[in-house]
Nanobody, 115 residues
C-alpha cells in the first residue's frame, strides 16, 4: 500500500505564493507519474498538472504560467510551486498516482486565497 500526504497549504493574499508538497511512502519502488488536482466548494475536481519521473510536466490552461512542478525522486516527493495566486485558486489540493489497479490519492491540503 502507498500513502500520499499533501502539505504546504494555508491562507495567502491574492498575488502571493505557496509551495505544496506531495510525499509518497509505503510499498513503493519509485515515484513515476504524479498528478495534481483541486476541488473548490460546490465544484468538480479539476485537473491541474502532471509530473513525470524525469522532469517532464503537463499543465492545465487554468494554471499554466503560474504553477510550476518539480520533484525530488530520492525523497519520493513532488512539489507544486504556486505563484500569483488568485481567489479562484481557493480549493483543496490533492495529489495522486494513477494506476491500472486504481489510483492512489492523498487527503488533500487546503489553499485559501483572500482578495
Amino acid at each position: 500500500q502507498v500513502q500520499l500526504v499533501e502539505s504546504g497549504g494555508g491562507l495567502v493574499q491574492a498575488g502571493g505564493s505557496l509551495r505544496l508538497s506531495c510525499a509518497a511512502s509505503g510499498t513503493i519502488f519509485r515515484v513515476n507519474t504524479v498528478g495534481w488536482y483541486r476541488q473548490a466548494p460546490g465544484k468538480q475536481r479539476e485537473f491541474l498538472a502532471t509530473s513525470y519521473r524525469f522532469g517532464s510536466t503537463n499543465y492545465a490552461d487554468s494554471v499554466k504560467g503560474r504553477f510550476t512542478l518539480s520533484r525530488d525522486n530520492a525523497k519520493n516527493t513532488v512539489y507544486l510551486q504556486m505563484n500569483n495566486l488568485k481567489p479562484e485558486d481557493t480549493a483543496v489540493y490533492y495529489c495522486n498516482i494513477p494506476r491500472p489497479e486504481g489510483d492512489y490519492w492523498g487527503q488533500g491540503t487546503q489553499v485559501t486565497v483572500s482578495s
